[in-house]
T-cell receptor
Framework: DAGVTQSPTHLIKTRGQQVTLRCSPKSGHDTVSWYQQALGQGPQFIFQYYEEEERQRGNFPDRFSGHQFPNYSSELNVNALLLGDSALYLC????????????FGSGTRLTVV | QKEVEQNSGPLSVPEGAIASLNCTYSDRGSQSFFWYRQYSGKSPELIMFIYSNGDKEDGRFTAQLNKASQYVSLLIRDSQPSDSATYLCAFGGSGRGNNRKLIWGLGTSLAVNP
């Protein structure tokens, strides 16, 4: 039973560049949520995808966008990278009808230089 | 007022003791509450979730919820050095149905000393 898979595990980008992070949810899950976790902070909600649509969004600028595919996998795109975007990006999957908690992937560590 | 407040610690307990972690929240409409454990450099791992007032036990872990006081706690009995981690509380914020986004505390760092 595969858990949540994220790729890549680490990434270094330059300011102004664009990045795409990928997530495959746990088998049987249909909802993907993305979180940003800066060092020493709790995760901050970016957005959530269900049925290929963005259903909820946190307080993040439009530079952050996403997509969900028919197989429930998801991508997070960040444009015009800033130094402050350096963080651990976590993908969490869940099953909409249960609400029993989210399963997290191991995260992508993004460093913007 | 912050949505979720946790004592950042570090909380230090001897091996075998009971560790008590606390969390308060501001949204009275919250219905679901979660405790996650996060080791340094790793992603959060769900320990327990609780929906109803009272206690919920799972092995060495007990979650306690008091909605009137807007308070949730986690007790770890017979603490082990492997329990040393950051413990994050989260609650289900606004959203539709069961897919409510999680609102997180900053986490409490726990150190269990052999």
């Amino acid at each position: 039973d595969a858990g949540v898979t994220q790729s890549p595990t680490h990434l270094i980008k330059t300011r102004g560049q664009q990045v795409t992070l990928r997530c495959s949810p746990k088998s049987g899950h249909d909802t993907v949520s993305w979180y940003q976790q800066a060092l020493g902070q709790g995760p901050q909600f970016i957005f959530q995808y269900y049925e290929e649509e963005e259903r909820q969004r946190g307080n993040f600028p439009d530079r952050f966008s996403g997509h969900q595919f028919p197989n429930y996998s998801s991508e997070l795109n960040v444009n015009a990278l800033l130094l402050g975007d350096s963080a651990l990006y976590l993908c969490a999957s869940s099953l909409a009808r249960t609400g029993s908690g989210y399963t997290f992937g191991s995260g992508t560590r993004l460093t913007v230089v | 007022q912050k949505e979720v407040e946790q004592n950042s610690g570090p909380l230090s307990v001897p091996e075998g003791a009971i560790a008590s972690l606390n969390c308060t929240y501001s949204d009275r409409g919250s219905q679901s509450f979660f405790w996650y454990r996060q080791y340094s450099g790793k992603s959060p791992e769900l320990i327990m979730f609780i929906y109803s007032n009272g206690d919920k036990e799972d092995g060495r872990f007990t979650a306690q919820l008091n909605k009137a006081s807007q308070y949730v706690s986690l007790l770890i009995r017979d603490s082990q050095p492997s329990d040393s981690a950051t413990y994050l509380c989260a609650f289900g914020g606004s959203g539709r149905g069961n897919n409510r986004k999680l609102i997180w505390g900053l986490g409490t760092s726990l150190a269990v000393n052999p």
